[in-house]
């Protein structure tokens, strides 16, 4: 009697646990699975050349991706972006997080440095990254400053329409995302660790070394995965402050999209996606998120 | 297709069509696309009508394919933005031509149909024809744009001739000044000048891979 009961209440139980989690199947299967599912379908199918998709079952579109040099070269460069930008935002957004946390002694004080940090993020991406152009170009400000103090005799080319400008716009853009996860991670920490430390004869380097960034962990990788899948999944950046100079894997793939050549295009997105799931995983394996924020 | 005409006249290809490029003559024209590259020929490329604009009026590039409004904005702007002279057509380059034109959708009937009707009577009607004309587009139906054009601006966009008086843009703006003489000359002198048109090639899809191997390199 008492183990039937059990027995229906697990049943209930694990009804209650599908009930809770149908919300999200119904959000996320009309409208993620079953779109990205027409995605790799498409991407086995050929193509008529007109934006028409001709229902045969073939791999050229995937042979023709992983044969060709092309494919090697956009990944190359888009991972060379993504690297770049990981580094910079990672040393600004910790170094700006550390501050915050360690540095600034009132918390409402640090509370609200936080929150100013966000007001240039109340404009839009796009606006953002277009000033930069009248900023770094031939004309520019930078130029005009520097060749009117007599420092250089020509305009830098280099800063605009460059990997250069690619990267101060993804890292003006990205840094944020770093800052964000990293001092919700650090505020956390308890500040009498450090003084224990310290105490213990640890040197300041010490300190940061062993101490904090252990602890700031899961807001590093978090970070990470947020700047590395958009990098990586962005094509508007690239293609404007490359001055179409540069190529990525999605402004390639929008390419494809302009010329009506959509399962290419698809094959390109399914190995892409595969790729970032791939980043993901490693950054998320290399630390454990769940278990760091429940600490 | 521009670089195409290009090299031709630089005399180191000639190709079959223009407009409909082989395999062949695609690689030709950008591995030579992507050795000028190299060589620091490009500055940028654009894809919106207000890119091509801003590579002028900024001073980054010096030369570059433009549309013809684009050309006006810049001119506007009191720069003074040229044509290159490239409408030669026997043994030098022509001009690279477009066009394009409204067609009706095959399940429009009744009420819709009218309507869409409607549209194009009033969009051949003339209106659309002078408004396009003060960028230096021509309308297909000339002779409509005309009543919207007045004779000092039909002498001067599409018979060549000097203007009388101040040239404006679409919206009013001074851009030519009274003397000024449209580059390569009347409408039909211009129209027998081109060498090919923009079309969607049969290796249209090798062209775009291709034209990404240009953009990497």
Redesign the interface.
Known sequence: MREGAATRFAGLHRFASWLSITPLVLVLVPFFVVPMLAVVAASFME?D??GGIIPHPTLDNYKELFT?G?TL??YL?TLKFTILTWVFTFLIGFGVAYFLAFHVKSPLLSTSLFLVCTIPFWTSNVIRMISW??LL????LVNMVLTGSGLIHQPL?FL??SDFSVVVAYVHQLTIFMIVPIYSSLARVDKRVVEAALDSGASNWDVLRLVILPLAKSGIALGSVFVTSIVMGDFFVV??M??????SIV??LF??IS?L?YP?AAAQAVVLMLVVLLIATIILRAVDVRREIAR | MDAALCFESAGLIKYGNKGNMTKKEIDFTIDHLIAL?KQGH??????TFD?SV??MA???VIIQSMWSPAVAAVRVKGMPCVYAPVNLKDGKEGYRGWCNGMALMRHLTGKKLEAAYEYLNWYLSGWQGGFVARYGYYSPVPSTAKKFLSPNEWDYWYEGKPAKAAIMDPYGVAMEQPGAKRDGGSFMERVTNISCWNT?MDE??YM??R???F???
């Open positions: 193509s050349g007109f060709s092309l070269n956009l460069s152009i009248p170009g031939q004309q520019g080319k605009l329409f293609k404007v490359s001055g179409g100079n540069s190529g402004a390639a390419e494809n010329v050549q290419t | 590259k490009f500055r940028a490329t654009w894809t890119q801003q590579l900024a001073g980054e969607l249209a899809q775009n891979k034209w990404n191997d953009k990497v390199a």
